[in-house]
Structure formats: structure tokens, C-alpha cells
């Protein structure tokens, strides 16, 4: 039961799932974070990784960048391989200025300007991409007893990564937390498949303060805290 993006067969995939853009992320978790992982795809070079995790069968598969790219991803982990538990994990910009580099956000919701909503919906309904209250709970209570700390909130997806004409300050101002490039997209499609979503992030730059940004080696390897708190909330 493969698809043109997934190799996997039926089985290989377990219904708890985390998914990094970045493939090289994924292979980086499952090898440092779950027990007997193996490679179920590699299709395109985005690598998907089946293991356990205290004993619980976890997946980890990468979505590539943008809104277009984790539909693709989750419309399939859902309708194909029966994915019912997903969490994001991913990288953000930050806007509010009391977010630092390495810090941790939990998408309570994500405003958007991609079109994907306005096309399922039309132009009466401007509707709202939300996560999972469930599993916002247990991860905002997991980061609490791992003792990291973490805002929950507001956050934008946008299209496109160089958009001249988005207002961060006033986005800022209407306490949106931070900008990254998927949360609607997997929000929107949880939504329509009555299945958990939830998106957490590290803070990699600063969009409205002058923050060295991360490396890419610590992009791809050390945003462990997010990944601990994604790991316990999904196995919950």
C-alpha cells in the first residue's frame, strides 16, 4: 500500500507520529530517540522512520517545507496509513520580543494568508486552523514537569518565506508569537479527519529583534527539549 511520496507498506507506520520538516531531523530522532527505528521510506530523500518509545510505537517522517509539501505528507499518514496522533516539530521565527532563540512555542492556533482555507471554505468563512486540545494540555503539562520553559499561542503560516509585504508588527501587536510554514496546513487537515493535531516549535531566529540565529547543525540536532515534550505528549 505504497503512495508515489511513501513507500511504506501497511503497518509500518504507527498511528503516533511526529513529523519535522527536515529529513535529516527525523533520521537525527530516530536514531537518538527511539528504540529499533527503521527505515520504512526514502522516497524523494524525505525519510520516514517507524520505532518505539517507552515501549509505545512511535513514527517520525519529514514533510519537507511549506503548507503545499506536509499536506501532501499528513493527507496520506492519515487516509493512508491510519496516522490518528500527530505532532509537529518543527523550527519558528520569533516575533514577540520576550521569545529567545532555543525557546519553546505550542501553536494553540495558526493565522495564515495561504489560501487553502478560503478555498475549502469560500470567501463568507475566514476559518480558524486549531490544535488539538488534548494534546495542547499534555504537552503544555509535560514541559511544565520537564521544567523547559514555554509560551503557548497564536502563531503565522505563511506561503512564502521572503514576503516582503507581510506586517510582522502588527502581527506582533495582535500577540501572534511567532512565523514558520505549516501549522495551518496540518491543523486544517486534522480538522477534516477527526484525528489529534499539534505543533511545537524551537525558536531558530528573530524576526523583530537583532538574535544571532541557530546553525543548521543545530537546527537539524539539539532542539532535544521540543522533541523530549513532543515524545511524552504522544505517547500519552
Known amino acids: 500500500m505504497s503512495t508515489p511520496h511513501n513507500h511504506a507498506e501497511k503497518g509500518q507506520i504507527a498511528e503516533r507520529i511526529l513529523l519535522p520538516g527536515d529529513p535529516l531531523r527525523a533520521k537525527f530522532i530516530a536514531e537518538n530517540f527511539l528504540d529499533h527505528a527503521e527505515l520504512y521510506t526514502s522516497v524523494r530523500n524525505v525519510l520516514g522512520y517507524t520505532g518505539s ?26 487516509s493512508e496509513y491510519g496516522c490518528r496522533k500527530l505532532i509537529r516539530v518543527g523550527t519558528c521565527g520569533a516575533l514577540a520580543k520576550d521569545l529567545h532563540i532555543r525557546d519553546v512555542v505550542i ?5 495564515t494568508d ?6 475549502i471554505f469560500g470567501t463568507s468563512i475566514n476559518f480558524a486552523p486549531i490544535a488539538d486540545f488534548d494534546l495542547l494540555r499534555t504537552a503544555y503539562e509535560k514541559t511544565k514537569a520537564l521544567g523547559i520553559p514555554v509560551r503557548v499561542g497564536n502563531v503565522l503560516s505563511q ?12 502581527l506582533m501587536n495582535y500577540g501572534v508569537l511567532a512565523a514558520e510554514m505549516e501549522a495551518a496546513a496540518l491543523y486544517l487537515i486534522a480538522q477534516k479527519y ?13 524576526i523583530t529583534m537583532d538574535e ?22 504522544v505517547i500519552e
Request: glycine fraction near 4%; hydrophobic fraction near 40%; charged fraction near 20%.
Open 114 to 119: 495561504s489560501s487553502m482555507p478560503t478555498n
Open 53 to 78: 518509545y517507552k515501549g509505545v510505537p512511535v513514527s517520525v517522517q519529514g514533510t519537507g517545507m511549506g503548507m503545499p509539501s506536509i499536506s501532501i505528507y499528513v493527507s496520506e499518514l492519515i
Open 194 to 206: 477527526h484525528v489529534q493535531a499539534l505543533a511545537l516549535f524551537t525558536v531558530s531566529d528573530h
Open 107 to 111: 501553536a494553540q492556533a495558526a493565522t
Open 159 to 170: 506561503d512564502r518565506f521572503y514576503d516582503d509585504e507581510i506586517n510582522f508588527t502588527k
Open 212 to 233: 544571532a540565529p541557530s546553525t543548521v547543525e543545530e537546527r537539524q540536532t539539539s532542539f532535544e527539549s521540543m522533541i523530549r515534550i513532543a515524545l511524552e505528549t
